[in-house]
């Protein structure tokens, strides 16, 4: 089963395009898991308990879970604007999570890794998170760039300083644990510098789980929140389904948080003797004009601006395109009107246009289901196809950029082979009545070889483009290896409809 996850996210405002940008990966991918065939489990959701919560309730006049409530259907409305097609959405509001949190602080309890102390020390809210004071940038937070404030409580202690040596051996044994090397670095060098034991309760704080040995406590925020992951999996009280689940294939991130996936997670895990996810897969910053685009900062720009000029395909086109999973990526108006002109306006839909236009003028629509195994002009484009299918495979490591390069380059060879064969000139003779048959047949392959490869980027457009072609199911079904592979397209009747994607103008 690949079980793949995104960050649930603070309810403290709406979605912005770097919540977004998570989210769209993941659910790339997991629909190519999807379309090879595989079971899939993909998870979002939402991370409502916490002094930042409170906090952005209390601004609003509100209780916080009045005010989450109505910002989780922000998000919801943002999943859908972006056909994210997870199958579930946790709250860590629910029962199936709170029962779930106290069952692992139970176990990490029984263990012997909690212990009671007094913690004083600067906290940083909008990362919910202690700093050391050597952490502090001029006093400030080092993300945030905002002032701290002194906590001091008495509270539970996780010992997470026991686990450095365990942490360290199992990165070693498994390099692909954090991705990319960069960020694995990152964490072995700050596992070697020794880790201090961590708080994992607040008694100050009554709006989260209450720990199951001292109800007057409520779980830290964090300790909470990435417990979901195994909450959404059947922890609780589903033994087979955790044994199916569990361990998650992927955990995506952004580099805020891998300290508390990389290290504090897995030390959690390990104490419950419960399995570590195969991999924690790190993702930059979406920078504006070079700054974090953050829902604390006024550079937000949220999807629902987007959409309505570049349409869920467009947007979702642009950010796997564009922004390479790892370092950081800016995000500029100019540069996605510019690649959504010049790959989806132009290479692209203008090529759908193309053939079904003339599939519908010579042949009425009904294209024979005959092929030449022959010329060399199918040749190339068959050769093109088995190259994109074979690409399509980066998604496997994140590499979204590149999966989409390869299917364009199925594209670019159709296009070629129109220019090569010039069916135009072929309907004009009937002696060669037989060859445009042939030539309109491989192109319209090449169409439904590109809705399957481009179903996981732009399921809407790939659907559309299908139903066109007056095919049945979905370019989704699958099995890639089937239907990835370019043959004879079947006989069917095609119709042209409007533009998949109209040319944007600058002017505008
Ligand atoms: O950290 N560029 O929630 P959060 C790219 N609740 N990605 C960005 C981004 C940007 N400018 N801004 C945010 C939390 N993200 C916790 C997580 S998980 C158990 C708990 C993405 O709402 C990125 O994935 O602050 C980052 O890690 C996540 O949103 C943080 O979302």
Partial sequence: ??????????????????????????????????????????????????????????????????WVDQIVERF????????????????????????????????IHAAGDIYEARYEGPYCVSCEAYYTDEELVDGACPVHDRPVEIHAEDNYFFRLSAYGDRLLAHIEANPGFVTPETRRNEVVSFIEHGLDDISVSRAALSWGVPLPWDESHVAYVWVDALINYISAAGYLDDEARFAAQW???????????????AVIWPAMLMSAGLPLPRQIATHGFLLVGGAKMSKSSANQILPSDLVPTFGPDGYRYHFLRDVSFGPDGNFSWEGMVAR?????????????????????????????????????????????????????AEFEEFRTKQALEGVWRLVRAANAFMEATEPWKLAKDPATAGRLDEVL????????????????????????????LGLAGSPGDGPLAETGVFGTFPASRVAKGDPLFPRIETEA
Avoid: C
Avoid at 451 to 468: D, G, H, I, K, Y
């Fill in 340 to 392: 959504y002109n010049a790959d989806l306006a132009n290479d692209y839909g203008n090529l759908v246009n193309r053939v079904l236009n003339l599939a519908e003028r010579f042949r009425d629509g009904e294209v024979p289901a005959v092929a030449s195994e022959a010329a060399a002009e199918e040749a190339a484009l068959r050769a093109a196809a088995a190259g994109a299918l074979e690409a399509l």
């Fill in 76 to 107: 919801h409305e943002t999943w859908d604007l972006l056909d994210i097609a997870s199958d579930d959405f946790i709250r860590t509001t629910e029962p199936r999570h709170t029962a779930s949190v106290q069952k692992l602080l139970a176990a």
């Fill in 247 to 261: 361990p998650a294939w992927a955990h995506l991130v952004g580099k805020d948080i891998i300290r508390f996936h």
């Fill in 1 to 66: 089963m690949i079980y793949i996850t995104t960050p649930i996210y603070y309810p403290n405002d709406r979605p912005h395009l770097g919540t977004a940008y998570t989210t769209v990966v993941a659910d790339a991918v997991a629909r190519y898991w999807r379309l090879k065939g595989e079971a899939v489990y993909s998870l979002t959701g939402t991370d409502e308990h916490g002094l930042k919560i409170v906090r952005a309730a209390e601004e609003r006049g509100m209780d916080p879970q009045e």
């Fill in 441 to 468: 047949n491989a192109a319209l392959e090449s169409l439904r070889v590109a809705a399957v490869l481009t179903w996981p980027a732009m399921p809407r457009a790939a659907e559309s483009l299908w139903s066109r």
